[in-house]
T-cell receptor, first 111, second 115 residues
Framework: QKEVEQDPGPLSVPEGAIVSLNCTYSNSAFQYFMWYRQYSRKGPELLMYTYSSGNKEDGRFTAQVDKSSKYISLFIRDSQPSDSATYLCAMNKNGAQKLVFGQGTRLTINP | GAGVSQSPSNKVTEKGKDVELRCDPISGHTALYWYRQSLGQGLEFLIYFQGNSAPDKSGLPSDRFSAERTGGSVSTLTIQRTQQEDSAVYLC?????????????FGSGTQLSVL
């Protein structure tokens, strides 16, 4: 079993919809939780970062972490075609340098 | 440039040949990472450098894989006697100091195809 599980999709929604992306994990030592966005033929870029449990909002994006359930989410409001990309969750233990990534969810926003 | 640069962007090789992949990190970043992304898979950690030292090379899949970093800057990932299962995108990233909560800056990767 992988340390981090993420549904690979693909997920296709109409423009303007609210998108929910999720990951589950098994290692309770994870403290830092990130979401990276990867466009085709590009490297991932950091989208959101959260430390421990809680919510974080940045514009149309909201990241949630529930450590008791070992479950993290990324919500995208008012989705745009430019949001079409692969979204990867990633997490890290305190003091570690090795980020553990989910498989990535391929998202398409249809105009 | 201001970002992480990787070369070549694409590499096609024959099974059994050696390949070298290059990464030029952001200037001033002491931490450098190599990841591998196979088709439909997430990123798999390979190795982490702090300066020229590699305190964590736990992700290298076999002794055919090696990496070095010189001058605290450029890094080379070498794969000897390539196999078809080595086909993947090899991504390099750098960060300022290698702290657990730091943002990683990724290059666009080298697409390796082993025929």
């Amino acid at each position: 079993q992988k340390e981090v599980e993420q549904d690979p999709g693909p997920l296709s929604v109409p423009e303007g919809a609210i998108v929910s992306l999720n990951c589950t994990y098994s290692n309770s030592a994870f403290q830092y939780f990130m979401w990276y966005r990867q466009y085709s033929r590009k490297g991932p870029e950091l989208l959101m970062y959260t430390y421990s449990s809680g919510n974080k909002e940045d514009g149309r994006f909201t990241a949630q972490v529930d450590k008791s359930s070992k479950y993290i989410s990324l919500f995208i409001r008012d989705s745009q075609p430019s949001d079409s990309a692969t979204y990867l969750c990633a997490m890290n233990k305190n003091g570690a340098q090795k980020l553990v990534f989910g498989q990535g969810t391929r998202l398409t926003i249809n105009p | 440039g201001a970002g992480v640069s990787q070369s070549p962007s694409n590499k096609v090789t024959e099974k059994g040949k050696d390949v070298e992949l290059r990464c030029d990190p952001i200037s001033g970043h002491t931490a450098l990472y190599w990841y591998r992304q196979s088709l439909g898979q997430g990123l798999e950690f390979l190795i982490y450098f702090q300066g020229n030292s590699a305190p964590d090379k736990s992700g290298l899949p076999s002794d055919r894989f090696s990496a070095e970093r010189t001058g605290g800057s450029v890094s080379t990932l070498t794969i000897q006697r390539t196999q078809q299962e080595d086909s993947a995108v090899y991504l390099c990233a750098s960060s300022l100091a290698g702290q657990s909560n730091e943002k990683l800056f990724f290059g666009s990767g080298t697409q390796l195809s082993v025929l």
